[in-house]
């Protein structure tokens, strides 16, 4: 089955810097999507991006599909961009959705 | 967000008992999913529901097993529950099979 890479593992940040999360696939991938965990474990979908860019607020999401690997940027971060970011999804026809293990990001403020 | 609701939150089992979790959503989506999450491992897919009474196994789906038997319900059951079945299990639901799911709060599940 597919694999799905997420760098780094742990980010820490001040408050107000920027960052880039990476996420690659083994294979070519469809329905790519974007979590976020807050510390209270509620899980939130931030983008469904099979390809392209989309922007919402100060979060941004790039998928490049022929080449295996999608970037969410985040500007400006705040304390509360804190937690748990998942990229995941799937392959061919499956409807099965793969997680990557994530990147665990701390704002101090 | 899918009005997406999980009960119990949190339960404390033994061994061996049987143990039910619900999840309740009222947005009408056809696609119902259960996952665990464990340290380590991110989240891993149990068993999932492409319609009322049609489900799927998952990755981990061994000991576990799962019934819908109308749109907005679906149950997952440990039969017999073990201690390597302590984990935060998560429902999902979505319009479409692989589309954007959204997830519910959650439920802590601890087996002594």
Not at chain 1, 23 to 37: A, G, I, K, M, R
Not at chain 1, 42 to 49: A, E, G, H, P, T
Request: net charge neutral; with cysteine; proline share 4%.
């Amino acid at each position: 089955g597919i694999q799905v890479e997420q760098s780094p593992p742990d980010l820490i940040l001040q408050e107000g810097a920027n960052s880039t999360l990476r996420c690659n696939f083994s294979d070519s991938v469809n329905n790519l999507q974007w979590f976020h965990q807050n510390p209270w474990g509620q899980l939130i979908n931030l983008f469904y991006i099979p390809s392209g860019t989309k922007q919402n607020g100060r979060l941004s999401a790039t998928t490049v599909a022929t080449e295996r690997y999608s970037l969410l940027y985040i500007s400006s971060s705040q304390t509360t961009d804190s937690g748990v970011y998942f990229c995941a999804t799937t392959q061919g026809g499956s409807e099965k959705l793969v997680f990557g293990k994530g990147t665990k990001l701390t704002v101090n403020p | 967000d899918a009005g997406i609701t999980q009960s119990p939150r949190h339960k404390v089992t033994e061994t061996g008992t049987p143990v039910t979790l619900r999840c309740h959503q009222t947005e009408n989506h056809r696609y119902m999913y259960w996952y665990r999450q464990d340290p380590g491992h991110g989240l891993r897919l149990i068993h999932y529901s492409y319609g009322v009474k049609d489900t799927d196994k998952g990755e981990v789906s061994d000991g576990y097993s799962v019934s819908r038997s109308k749109t907005e319900d679906f149950l997952l059951t440990l039969e017999s529950a073990t201690s390597s079945q302590t984990s935060v299990y998560f429902c999902a639901t979505s319009l479409a099979g692989a589309s954007e799911q959204f997830f519910g709060p959650g439920t802590r599940l601890t087996v002594l």
